[in-house]
């Protein structure tokens, strides 16, 4: 695992030693990223089941502001704050559970990158809190890994699905938050 591109290319990323986690593949997050390519400059990220942390420091790399971290593990979220030292001062951990951590959240994000377990009802939870509590600013995103199989959750105004887009077995889900001009 590593960075792909941006001030931290080619950096080494610690893996999370515990069964159950997922880390995303290379070619998914370099496709991840070709996504958010002109929409990360200057950002504020939310890395939601962050794992190792690796896609929230994708995004710092590549020149996100600042990028929140939330994990339920200890053992994952000590691999985020090492995976993350060289973004001194950008990155912020959370331990926390993510579903739950969002219903006391009152800050807004740019980004949200959200990546539950597959086998799990979580992603349609987690952006159903994102949609109902409003977490993204007017033009930001949410970008969604999940099951190819799993239907995408419709959001109401002012969000919107943007794109599905396929991958093998997995899928990314692009919704938009509109602007004012858009609604």
Known sequence: MRIIAGEARGRKLKAVP????RPTSDRLKE??????????EGRRVLDLFAGSGQL???????????????EEARAAADVIRENTRFFEGRAVVRVAEAVRWLEGEN?????????PPYSSKLAEKTLRVLFGRDLVNPGG????????????????????????????????LLYSRMTEDNE
């Open 56 to 70: 929230g420091a994708e995004a710092l790399s590549r020149g996100a502001r600042e990028c929140v971290f939330v």
């Open 18 to 21: 515990e069964e159950g986690t």
């Open 141 to 172: 995103f949410i970008l969604c890994e999940c099951a190819r199989e799993k239907t995408p959750p419709e959001p109401a105004p002012p969000y919107a699905l943007q794109k599905v887009y396929p991958y093998g077995g997995k899928q990314l």
């Open 31 to 40: 496709s991840m990223f070709n996504i958010l390519q002109f929409h990360l």
């Open 107 to 115: 800050g807004a994000f740019d980004i949200v990158l959200l990546d």
